[in-house]
């Protein structure tokens, strides 16, 4: 889309661009007309031979369906056929739908780029004329800078403030496009030449000046972000000695709490001593008990254990026995079904043949009306044939006297015309116009 845009940019401009001697561009252009084109009619074989095989695909299907027997490989070969239409199909209708989704959303990102120059058409049209010599700021109430701030953002602030703010009086769009443009070119002369392309509303002097304004705010921003690195530097260091003073006294602080909580240690140690005693006790009891316990809960467990392998023992038996019999019930219904089926695949299969054989003489029968209504059409063509040769050669054999001056003399037509209308002209009539032979009366 950058690429887009700037073609779109530069053919708007092709006429200035012939006054400068810029020949390059409409080439350009034209070389990029000849890629689309050709991008085109690539899109459009590839639709083709899409559709070709698909219709292919579905000829051949159809090929397959006349005067056949239904065979098994006959339905094979139909379902893979069929199978390979419906994935051509399916693959040609998925390539369509992202195809259409790209465009679409191509299409919505140039009607915001058109939207964004109309914007930026209607703000120069609304934009102040500014002094040419030095770009000057729009009248904004800005606070006084601090007197505590370093000189150098000091001085960045001032020169922001007194030269245009942040673009330098420049509309933003033209400030991108102006560093984008010198960026690429890393800031050598060179750079004017594509910048007038896209700063048409702009001067090479303009441009010059904007270019001196942009070098002095990277100074300025240079020496401001050393000075705001020295400044952070001394808040660490003044952090730094700040904590410092802080752990001293902090420290001080817990040798007095050790000196005060020292005299008490021995009592309470005494005390947790005595209290570790009783709960070793206590817990001992309490070992004893749970062991009593556990015991009883094994034996029950190890009874109800017993218990439940016998019944289950008798379950699994139960379950056997069932499974035997209704394997036995399957493998009976199975061999029914299967004969069953085999009945009906016999009685499916004469019923075919006698439907083919009426097929084919429904056919035979069709061919043979067809080759009647074939012979009587003739039959009719020659007898008409015959008829008009006859009618020709009555009229061929028939007696006229030879009158030459018959060729020569006016018909009543053109005597009831000239009564009205009178002669047109003099001198001899060169030619006379007479009605056209029929082709099947020609060389009689």
């Known amino acids: 889309m950058r690429r887009i845009e700037k073609l779109e940019k530069e053919r708007t401009l092709s006429v200035q661009c012939r006054k400068n001697g810029w020949t390059d561009v409409s080439g350009e252009l034209g070389e990029y007309d000849r890629v689309l084109e050709d991008e085109r009619n690539a899109d459009k074989m590839n639709l083709q031979q899409q559709l070709v095989k698909i219709h292919n695909g579905v000829m051949r299907f159809q090929r397959q369906l006349i005067d056949v027997k239904p065979t098994p490989e006959l339905i094979e070969r139909l379902k893979k056929i069929m199978s390979e239409v419906e994935i051509s199909i399916n693959t040609f209708k998925e390539e369509q739908c992202s195809r259409f989704e790209a465009l679409q959303k191509e299409e919505r990102t140039c009607r915001q780029e058109i939207t964004a120059y109309e914007k930026k058409i209607e703000n120069w049209s609304l934009a102040s004329k500014s002094n040419p010599k ?145 709960w070793r006790e206590e817990r001992r009891r309490k070992e ?63 019923e075919a043949t006698k439907g083919i054989k009426r097929f084919n003489e429904r056919d035979l029968h069709r061919l043979e009306e067809k080759l009647q209504e074939k012979q009587q059409r003739e039959k009719e063509e020659e007898e008409r044939q015959r008829r008009i040769a006859v009618k020709l050669k009555e009229k061929v054999d028939g007696h006229v006297s030879r009158d030459p001056s018959r060729l020569t003399r006016p018909t009543k037509g053109w005597d009831e015309r000239m009564k009205h209308i009178g002669p047109s002209g003099e001198g001899p009539l060169l030619q006379m116009f007479h009605r056209a032979v029929p082709t099947w009366r020609q060389g009689l």
Not at 235 to 252: D, L, N, P, V, Y
Request: glycine letters at 4%; charged letters at 45%; aromatic letters at 6%.
């Open 134 to 278: 030095l770009p000057t700021a729009p009248t904004v109430k800005t606070k006084p800078p601090d007197r505590d701030l370093p000189p150098e953002v000091r001085a960045l602030e001032a020169f922001l403030q007194r030269t245009g703010g942040s673009y330098g009086g420049w509309d933003p769009y033209d400030h991108q496009a102006f560093l984008k443009v010198w960026t690429k070119h890393s800031g050598q002369p060179a750079y004017r030449r594509e910048a007038k392309l896209y700063l048409p509303g702009k001067t090479l002097e303009e441009i010059e000046q904007h270019e001196d304004w942009h070098q002095e705010r990277i100074y300025l921003q240079d020496r401001n972000r050393e000075a705001i690195q020295r400044w952070k530097a001394c808040k660490h260091q003044e952090r730094q000695t700040r904590i410092q003073s802080q752990e001293e006294a902090e420290s001080r602080e817990r040798e007095a709490k050790s000196q005060a909580q020292q005299h008490t240690t021995e009592e309470e140690k005494r005390q947790m001593a005595r209290q570790l005693e009783e």
């Open 288 to 350: 004893e008990q749970e062991e009593e316990q556990r015991l009883a809960e094994e034996t029950q467990k190890r009874r109800r254990a017993k218990e439940e392998r016998r019944r289950q023992l008798e379950v699994k038996l139960t379950i056997e026995e069932q499974l035997r019999l209704r394997r036995e019930e399957e493998e009976e219904q199975g061999r029914r079904r299967r004969e069953e089926e085999q009945r009906e695949m016999d009685e499916r299969r004469r």
